[in-house]
């Protein structure tokens, strides 16, 4: 499955993003969708996952409670909507595929570009 994600920006902290990922090629229903993200200097790490149907979500305790991950089969897009940014958050964001329903990167198969967020203080 191919990835494009898109909607990252400059935000004031406070405020609200939200993030688009538009899956093409195989089934999209059959993935595991998630987001990671990677701040410079830092390394890449889980932001949300949700399951296949929708049914499940979770997120890294540093977003719980400010970002909400959802997904649209019949658009085959997954969104990542964030609220009460934080300088923080700022880091290049990714959305990925896989096939089990797992935090871990190795899990993941495919991977869109990035889409930059940066919240300025």
């Known amino acids: 499955v191919q990835l494009q994600a898109s909607g990252g920006g400059l935000v004031q902290a406070g405020g609200s993003l939200r993030l688009s990922c538009a899956a093409s090629g195989r089934t999209f229903s059959d993935y595991t969708m998630a987001w990671f993200r990677q701040a410079p200097g830092k390394e890449r790490e889980f932001v949300a996952r949700?399951?296949?149907?929708?049914?499940?979500?979770d997120y890294a305790d540093s977003v719980k409670g400010r970002f909400t991950i959802f997904r649209d089969n019949d658009k085959n897009t997954v969104d990542l909507q964030m609220a009460s940014l934080k300088p923080e958050d700022t880091a290049l964001y990714y959305c990925?595929?896989?096939?089990?329903?797992?935090?871990?990167?190795?899990?993941?198969?495919?991977w869109g570009q990035g889409t930059q967020v940066t919240v300025s203080s």
């Open positions: 949700i399951n296949w149907s929708g049914s499940r979500a």
């Open positions: 990925a595929a896989g096939l089990t329903y797992s935090r871990l990167e190795p899990n993941y198969k495919s």
